[in-house]
């Protein structure tokens, strides 16, 4: 069974950068479409960002487009979520997932999740 676990959150000012890393270990990680989840206190999760199984197609949430960039790397089980720009709003616990498939917006989509990191930004 595939394992993904999340770091690289924390809190940083509004204006600011982080970059998100989600390592999986236990299965074929190539073999799977990744998505990033956030969820904030009181709110459903959300789509952030997906990446194709090889990295050449990506597809974001609106209001990250041209901050947020997600990417993999096969060759270390790895895919990142480099954050920029980053606003109150993105505060949220953020998950990355796998699923078969194509692309999906859909969180019940996804097949395994890792246990979130935190991002709180501050104004």
């Known amino acids: 069974q595939l394992q993904l676990v999340e770091s690289g959150g924390g809190l940083v000012q509004a204006g600011g950068s982080l970059r998100l890393s989600c390592a999986a270990s236990g299965g074929t990680f190539s073999s799977y479409v990744v998505g990033w989840f956030r969820q904030a206190p009181g709110k459903e999760r959300e789509f952030v960002a997906a990446v194709s199984r090889n990295g050449d197609m990506t597809g974001y949430f609106d209001s990250v487009k041209g901050r947020f960039t997600i990417s993999r790397d096969n060759a270390n089980n790895t895919v990142y979520l480099q954050m920029n720009n980053l606003k109150p709003e993105d505060t949220a616990v953020y998950y990355c997932?796998?699923?078969?498939?194509?692309?999906?917006?859909?969180?019940?989509?996804?097949?395994?999740w890792g246990q979130g990191t935190q991002v709180t930004v501050s104004s």
């Open positions: 997932a796998v699923r078969n498939g194509w692309f999906s917006r859909t969180p019940s989509a996804y097949k395994y």
